[in-house]
């Protein structure tokens, strides 16, 4: 399908709207958005080729739903329509997402804050090789990686029933700021918040919105910050209230599986190794790993070479060195270690409707180990086990 040359809806030009997949100035329209009369800013695209790389998702809007969903790609606007035909996986939805968060420019920011894009990983030589890390960017990394943990201490205080994960973007978002730090996440491939909120069978990357957690519920925050030019990674999955002793065990055994896996880490091991204990150590519980993402290399970029798959047999090249950097965050299902993708191009979902948790650090490795970077603190709310 082709755009739609300078069309207009409402008596808006499609020159005052922005490219609803990289935010520049858009100049066209999906004429099948216009002919179901679906919201203007959702059909802007700024030319032909962001159209085709966006219509594998985009196409989903014209199918009809019963329901209605807030997309928030657009600094300072949020949109909605109908929710798209999907074969849900479970009876958890989506809902409303509030608008934009804004940062001050006065706060350091990576270069994808404005456009959406991340030239500078896209482009650097960090990709391809693992860079052995200065004394500069190690402390670096290791002040954002304290500031994260930070953050996320913060986020981990207020979770209960009743408050929803846009809320708990609300104080991540402030947290953030609060110290001069930019929420890494924050239109990051335009994801829209700036925090990921990934309740039960969410993976990961789940957009925070106005759905109230629930009694019962776990949840998963994932909080990275970028602090003087460096980011720090970090998540870990939480109980909401009474939650039931099976999804108790799957978090704990997915750190168990985290812990085992940086209890490994030193000079001369094999990335790929990582992913044999961890699938080991939940394989015993009768779980399986998510395949589709993996721990990643971080510093002054936010994602980088290594990338260290979480699953067992994996192809994963090269070896670990004193001075590198990287997350290891395996992510555990109760069920089919598949995944699923909603419409919205973020929320990741176990295929079956099963839970899923995950943890995640940020990893310096040195002479004889690894020192983690996100470790908790003596002031760290307490995990459900440790309350006990």
């Not at 989903?60 to 949109?79: D, E």
């Not at 979770?159 to 402030?174: M, S, Y």
């Not at 948790?357 to 940020?362: D, K, N, S, Y």
Request: aromatic share 8%; hydrophobic share 35%; net charge neutral.
């Amino acid at each position: 399908m082709a755009l739609d040359s300078e069309q207009a809806q409402d008596g808006q030009p499609a020159s005052d709207l922005m490219c609803a997949r990289c935010q520049k100035a858009a100049k066209l329209q999906c004429p099948k958005c216009l002919e179901l009369g679906l919201p203007k800013q959702p059909s802007a695209f700024c030319s032909q080729d962001c159209f085709k790389a966006a219509w594998t998702s985009h196409k989903q809007a014209h199918k009809p739903g019963p329901h209605t969903w807030a997309f928030v790609t657009q600094k300072g606007r949020g949109r909605t329509f109908s929710i798209p035909s999907f074969e849900w996986t479970s009876p958890l939805r989506p809902a409303m997402v509030s608008p934009y968060r804004e940062v001050p420019e006065s706060i350091p920011r990576p270069d994808y804050a404005d456009t959406g894009i991340p030239y500078s990983e896209m482009e650097s030589k960090q990709q391809s090789m693992v860079p052995i890390r200065t004394a500069k960017q190690i402390e670096g990394t290791r002040q954002a990686c304290l500031v994260s943990r930070q953050i996320l201490d913060k986020a981990h205080a207020g979770i209960r029933p009743g408050v929803t994960t846009d809320e708990i973007d609300r104080v991540v978002h402030e947290a953030t700021i609060a110290v001069g730090a930019y929420p890494s996440p924050l239109n990051y491939g335009n994801f829209p918040k700036s925090v990921c909120t990934s309740v039960n069978e969410v993976i990961c990357h789940g957009i925070p919105d106005q759905r109230p957690l629930q009694n019962g519920d776990i949840v998963n925050v994932d909080v990275s910050a970028y602090y003087k030019g460096f980011h720090g990674d970090l998540n870990e999955t939480f109980v909401v209230g009474e939650v039931d002793d099976d999804s108790k065990r799957l978090i704990r055994t997915t750190l168990e599986a985290l812990q085992k896996a940086i209890d490994a880490v030193k000079p001369g091991v094999r990335y790929r190794e990582m992913g044999d204990i961890i699938s080991q150590h939940v394989g015993l519980q009768g779980y399986q790993v998510v395949r589709s993402y993996c721990g990643h290399g971080i510093c002054d970029l936010f994602h980088c070479a290594p990338n260290l798959p979480h699953y067992a047999h994996n192809k994963a090249v090269g070896i670990m060195k004193e001075g590198q950097i990287f997350t290891i965050e395996p992510m555990v299902n109760a069920g089919t270690y598949r995944d699923i993708t909603w419409p919205d191009g973020w929320t990741a979902v176990t295929a079956d409707g099963k839970r899923s948790a995950q943890f995640e650090h940020t990893l310096l490795v040195t002479a004889s180990g690894c020192e983690v970077l996100t470790k908790r603190q003596p002031s760290s709310p307490p995990l459900w086990w440790e309350e006990q």
